[in-house]
Protein backbone atom coordinates (compact mmCIF):
# COMPACT_ATOMS: atom_id res chain seq x y z
CA UNK A 1 0.00 0.00 0.00
CA UNK A 2 0.85 3.69 -0.45
CA UNK A 3 2.28 5.81 2.30
CA UNK A 4 0.19 8.88 3.47
CA UNK A 5 3.22 11.09 2.48
CA UNK A 6 2.63 9.80 -1.52
CA UNK A 7 -0.94 9.63 -1.14
CA UNK A 8 -0.91 13.22 -0.07
CA UNK A 9 1.50 13.81 -3.07
CA UNK A 10 -0.76 11.78 -5.93
CA UNK A 11 -3.53 14.07 -4.62
CA UNK A 12 -2.07 17.23 -4.48
CA UNK A 13 -0.72 17.20 -8.12
CA UNK A 14 -3.57 15.76 -9.62
CA UNK A 15 -5.71 18.21 -7.91
CA UNK A 16 -4.05 21.24 -9.02
CA UNK A 17 -3.35 19.86 -12.71
CA UNK A 18 -6.96 19.32 -13.06
CA UNK A 19 -7.83 22.67 -11.30
CA UNK A 20 -5.49 24.37 -13.64
CA UNK A 21 -7.90 23.41 -16.59
CA UNK A 22 -9.38 26.72 -16.97
CA UNK A 23 -12.73 26.36 -18.97
CA UNK A 24 -12.78 29.99 -20.14
CA UNK A 25 -9.36 30.76 -21.21
CA UNK A 26 -9.11 27.04 -23.64
CA UNK A 27 -13.40 27.14 -24.62
CA UNK A 28 -12.25 31.37 -25.92
CA UNK A 29 -8.86 30.24 -27.57
CA UNK A 30 -10.56 27.30 -29.30
CA UNK A 31 -13.78 29.62 -30.66
CA UNK A 32 -11.90 32.95 -31.35
CA UNK A 33 -8.18 32.14 -31.32
CA UNK A 34 -8.17 35.22 -28.60
CA UNK A 35 -6.69 35.18 -25.16
CA UNK A 36 -9.55 35.70 -22.59
CA UNK A 37 -7.07 37.54 -20.46
CA UNK A 38 -7.72 40.39 -22.92
CA UNK A 39 -11.16 40.04 -23.59
CA UNK A 40 -13.99 41.75 -21.63
CA UNK A 41 -12.88 41.83 -17.74
CA UNK A 42 -10.05 40.04 -18.40
CA UNK A 43 -11.01 37.43 -16.31
CA UNK A 44 -10.86 33.56 -16.82
CA UNK A 45 -14.75 32.58 -15.70
CA UNK A 46 -17.60 31.68 -16.62
CA UNK A 47 -19.02 35.26 -17.06
CA UNK A 48 -16.47 36.59 -19.27
CA UNK A 49 -16.55 33.78 -20.92
CA UNK A 50 -20.36 34.63 -21.79
CA UNK A 51 -19.46 37.84 -22.55
CA UNK A 52 -16.98 36.80 -25.21
CA UNK A 53 -19.22 33.67 -26.69
CA UNK A 54 -22.69 34.19 -25.28
CA UNK A 55 -24.57 31.42 -23.50
CA UNK A 56 -22.42 28.48 -25.21
CA UNK A 57 -19.19 29.91 -23.95
CA UNK A 58 -21.10 30.64 -20.01
CA UNK A 59 -22.43 27.30 -20.11
CA UNK A 60 -19.26 25.45 -21.91
CA UNK A 61 -16.95 27.17 -19.01
CA UNK A 62 -19.22 25.66 -16.50
CA UNK A 63 -19.14 22.67 -17.67
CA UNK A 64 -15.64 22.18 -18.03
CA UNK A 65 -14.98 23.87 -14.34
CA UNK A 66 -17.16 21.80 -12.55
CA UNK A 67 -16.24 18.92 -14.18
CA UNK A 68 -12.50 18.95 -13.18
CA UNK A 69 -13.72 19.83 -9.72
CA UNK A 70 -15.83 16.17 -9.93
CA UNK A 71 -13.25 14.22 -11.83
CA UNK A 72 -10.53 15.77 -9.15
CA UNK A 73 -12.63 14.86 -6.01
CA UNK A 74 -13.73 11.38 -7.41
CA UNK A 75 -10.15 10.26 -7.89
CA UNK A 76 -9.17 11.31 -4.42
CA UNK A 77 -12.52 9.48 -3.09
CA UNK A 78 -11.38 6.47 -5.20
CA UNK A 79 -7.72 6.40 -3.60
CA UNK A 80 -8.39 7.60 -0.19
CA UNK A 81 -12.29 8.51 1.13
CA UNK A 82 -10.67 10.07 4.18
CA UNK A 83 -12.45 13.71 4.38
CA UNK A 84 -9.08 14.85 5.02
CA UNK A 85 -8.10 13.88 1.79
CA UNK A 86 -11.45 15.10 0.04
CA UNK A 87 -10.30 18.73 1.85
CA UNK A 88 -6.97 18.60 0.75
CA UNK A 89 -8.39 18.09 -3.17
CA UNK A 90 -10.73 20.49 -3.26
CA UNK A 91 -8.04 22.88 -1.80
CA UNK A 92 -5.66 22.14 -4.63
CA UNK A 93 -7.75 22.15 -7.16
CA UNK A 94 -8.99 25.74 -5.98
CA UNK A 95 -5.38 26.44 -5.97
CA UNK A 96 -5.17 25.19 -9.38
CA UNK A 97 -8.33 27.23 -10.93
CA UNK A 98 -6.90 30.31 -8.99
CA UNK A 99 -3.33 29.89 -10.10
CA UNK A 100 -2.91 27.66 -13.44
CA UNK A 101 1.04 27.25 -14.25
CA UNK A 102 0.62 27.40 -17.89
CA UNK A 103 -1.44 30.77 -17.69
CA UNK A 104 1.31 32.55 -15.42
CA UNK A 105 -0.77 31.72 -12.33
CA UNK A 106 -3.48 34.10 -14.11
CA UNK A 107 -6.90 32.21 -13.24
CA UNK A 108 -10.37 32.49 -12.56
CA UNK A 109 -12.10 33.64 -9.07
CA UNK A 110 -13.54 30.18 -7.78
CA UNK A 111 -16.70 30.66 -7.59
CA UNK A 112 -17.80 27.57 -9.58
CA UNK A 113 -14.89 25.44 -8.24
CA UNK A 114 -16.36 26.03 -4.70
CA UNK A 115 -20.16 25.64 -5.34
CA UNK A 116 -19.01 22.48 -7.92
CA UNK A 117 -17.54 21.09 -4.46
CA UNK A 118 -20.19 22.15 -2.11
CA UNK A 119 -22.64 20.04 -4.40
CA UNK A 120 -19.73 17.05 -4.32
CA UNK A 121 -19.24 17.35 -0.56
CA UNK A 122 -23.06 18.27 0.69
CA UNK A 123 -25.91 18.72 -2.41
CA UNK A 124 -28.86 19.96 -0.50
CA UNK A 125 -26.59 22.84 0.95
CA UNK A 126 -26.56 23.61 -2.90
CA UNK A 127 -30.56 23.94 -2.26
CA UNK A 128 -30.14 26.10 1.18
CA UNK A 129 -27.74 28.19 -1.05
CA UNK A 130 -30.12 28.82 -4.07
CA UNK A 131 -33.08 29.62 -1.59
CA UNK A 132 -30.83 31.78 0.96
CA UNK A 133 -30.00 33.75 -2.66
CA UNK A 134 -33.00 33.94 -4.08
CA UNK A 135 -34.12 35.58 -0.68
CA UNK A 136 -31.04 37.70 0.00
CA UNK A 137 -31.36 39.31 -3.46
CA UNK A 138 -35.22 40.22 -3.30
CA UNK A 139 -33.99 42.11 -0.03
CA UNK A 140 -30.71 43.45 -0.68
CA UNK A 141 -31.24 43.71 -4.26
CA UNK A 142 -26.94 43.87 -4.84
CA UNK A 143 -26.57 40.59 -6.30
CA UNK A 144 -22.89 40.39 -5.49
CA UNK A 145 -23.43 41.15 -1.80
CA UNK A 146 -26.24 38.68 -2.02
CA UNK A 147 -23.80 35.75 -3.54
CA UNK A 148 -21.79 36.27 -0.83
CA UNK A 149 -23.26 35.89 1.89
CA UNK A 150 -25.22 32.72 0.29
CA UNK A 151 -21.94 31.28 -0.71
CA UNK A 152 -21.38 31.79 3.10
CA UNK A 153 -24.17 29.40 4.36
CA UNK A 154 -23.21 26.43 2.86
CA UNK A 155 -20.65 25.32 5.15
CA UNK A 156 -23.02 26.31 7.62
CA UNK A 157 -25.69 24.34 6.11
CA UNK A 158 -23.81 21.44 4.88
CA UNK A 159 -22.86 21.07 8.70
CA UNK A 160 -26.07 20.96 9.86
CA UNK A 161 -27.20 18.68 7.15
CA UNK A 162 -24.54 15.90 8.50
CA UNK A 163 -21.78 16.59 6.54
CA UNK A 164 -18.33 16.30 9.30
CA UNK A 165 -16.84 19.20 10.55
CA UNK A 166 -13.70 18.38 7.93
CA UNK A 167 -15.78 19.01 5.70
CA UNK A 168 -17.06 22.17 6.75
CA UNK A 169 -14.05 23.77 7.56
CA UNK A 170 -12.93 22.75 4.11
CA UNK A 171 -15.57 24.52 2.63
CA UNK A 172 -14.94 27.66 4.61
CA UNK A 173 -11.31 27.48 3.58
CA UNK A 174 -12.77 27.61 -0.07
CA UNK A 175 -14.73 30.20 0.69
CA UNK A 176 -12.23 32.34 1.83
CA UNK A 177 -10.28 31.51 -1.16
CA UNK A 178 -12.88 32.59 -3.33
CA UNK A 179 -13.68 36.06 -1.36
CA UNK A 180 -9.97 36.62 -1.31
CA UNK A 181 -9.69 36.21 -4.78
CA UNK A 182 -12.33 38.62 -5.67
CA UNK A 183 -11.08 40.61 -3.77
CA UNK A 184 -7.39 40.91 -4.99
CA UNK A 185 -8.50 40.99 -8.53
CA UNK A 186 -11.37 43.59 -7.95
CA UNK A 187 -10.63 45.63 -4.42
CA UNK A 188 -14.21 46.94 -4.99
CA UNK A 189 -16.03 44.00 -6.17
CA UNK A 190 -17.69 43.84 -2.27
CA UNK A 191 -18.41 47.04 -2.17
CA UNK A 192 -21.34 46.98 -5.41
Request: aromatic residues 0%; charged residues 0%; glycine residues 12%.
Given at each position: MWSDMMMMCMIILISYG???ITGAYYIVRIYTGEDIRNVGSG????TNAGRALGKKGFLLTLFIDAGKVMIALQIASLLNGDDRYLVLSSIFTMIGHLFPIQLGFHGGKGVVTY???ALFFSAPSIGFFAITMGILYVILRKYTIAGFLSMAS???SGYLMGESFT???GLSSLFVMVVLAHNRKFPHALDT
Open positions: LGSNVGALATIPIISI
